[in-house]
């Protein structure tokens, strides 16, 4: 059961989705779903023996495309709707070991093709208003699944933080008649110690107001809002710098760095959104080695972030670890 | 299972549909269609520790 439930007291939609409680949690890597189904083996949820990059539906999804109707009706303030909407599951490889930044640039460069294709075609539903890609890396995030996976919602309703984003964005534009996020890319590029990496179409920054220690920023230099306007050689770059910032990021502790990634581009409910700029960000939760940044009483209660640490000497680090990048395949 | 097939630029979809109702989209590449639409860089990359283990497998 799942139905969308609107907070008055923050403006916001949730949604319940009771039947989250009972999906697979940490299965021994024998069973685990996402991997190929092996003749003779356990049937997974891919019944197939291999596959390059998979997209489908989630088993247990928080929004449907033919939802039930909600348990309770609207009352007065408490309005309640079915949960339209859709949840994806995208495999990133059919090894159940490897994780996005241990794959080569080639089948980086394949899923932004594929994170492209989804986008596309998701903004094309009806109901849908905003296409969010994104990926929980690590138990410290709380992924159930360790199978290298990200997941795709298309909510019908823009999400809250993507539309304090929007409202920033607009009101810069009015007030200055340029694009927010090409002026930070200007700034952080211009002042360069929080640069992590370059290249021609993207760059990798720690930004000024980072509130987790690793808080990874990538944006488009040229002015785009969505997949939809990259150019084939944007695509290319984007898996380039992709590859370049997650493998930084495993050096760091010498281990598999846990991150939420989260793509923020325009939303796809048909209006103009010239304003806003597509960009990723990664929240790491790791502050050292052996220690977490926990959302605690300032974040979680209040809203107000504390770092522990400055993104300027967070920058310096990582840009120390990132080197070339060399694809196998050539023209 | 019901089958749908299409195509984009060496990228290539394959939707089924699970017993389910739910759907499902394979997708496959052309080899010329991973190489990058320019010159590359010739540096050797650094292994990260996962992949040097992933190419051992």
Known sequence: MSELRYNPLLGEWLATATHRQDRTFLPPPDFCPLCPTKPGKFPTEVPEPDYDIVAFENRFPSLRSHPEMP????SGMYQVKPSYGVCEVVLYSPVHTTALAAEPVEQIYKLVRVWRDRFEELSRVE??????IFENKGEAVGVTLHHPHGQIYAYPFIP?????????????KEQTGSCLICDIVENEREFGKRIIAENDSF?????????YPYETHISTKRHLESFQEFSDIEEAQLA?????????????FDRSFPYIMSIHQRPSDGKDYDYYHFHIEFYPPMRT?????????SE????????????EIKAEELRKLVTPVQWKTRR | MSKEQSTNEGMHKRRI????GRYMIFYTFDTEALAPPYKTQTATEQPTKESAERENV
């Open chain 1, 289 to 297: 080695a052996d220690k977490l940044k926990y959302l605690a009483g």
């Open chain 1, 127 to 132: 109901f849908v208003e905003y296409v969010f």
């Open chain 1, 203 to 211: 760059a990798a920054y720690i930004p000024f107001f980072a509130r």
């Open chain 1, 160 to 172: 809250p933080v993507v539309k304090k984003e929007l409202t920033q964005c607009r009101h810069h």
């Open chain 2, 17 to 20: 549909q699970l017993a389910d």
């Open chain 1, 240 to 252: 380039e710098i992709l590859k370049q910032v997650l493998a930084a990021f495993d050096r760091i």
């Open chain 1, 71 to 74: 348990a309770i009706e609207s």
């Open chain 1, 300 to 311: 979680a209660g209040a809203g107000m972030f504390i770092n522990d640490t400055l993104p």
